[in-house]
């Protein structure tokens, strides 16, 4: 019903930015809130940034300041850039969206980043 497809991630260096984007396939509903989560191996899936379809945007504190998160609503695509990378910020991205209140995810990309 829903499908997410992320791109962008791979190797950057600490210091460096990262652009990700996710584009969602809605079969059925309305994209109330897309976003990223993170998740390294040993430890819980973290919200790392959320916009609603209203604009609203919450981001982890670990990289409120240095990201950005935003959307184009029209081409039901979520982005993700985030500066000053630092090698805590390695970990598999994962897009979110919510469309009639059930949360879908997508794959994941993985990001590495290098000291």
């Known amino acids: 019903q829903v499908q997410l497809v992320e791109s962008g991630g791979g190797l950057v260096q600490a210091g460096g930015s990262l652009n990700l984007s996710c584009v969602a396939s809605v079969r059925i509903g309305s994209i109330t809130g897309m976003g990223w989560y993170r998740q390294t191996p040993g430890k819980q899936r973290e919200l790392v940034a959320f916009?609603?379809?209203?604009?609203?945007?919450t981001y982890a504190d670990s990289v409120k300041g240095r990201s950005t998160v935003s959307t184009d609503n029209a081409k039901k695509t979520v982005y993700l850039q985030m500066n000053s990378l630092k090698p805590e910020d390695t970990a598999v991205y994962c897009c979110t969206a919510v469309v009639v209140l059930q949360w879908y995810w997508g794959q994941g990309t993985q990001v590495t980043v290098s000291s």
């Open positions: 916009i609603t379809s209203g604009g609203s945007t």
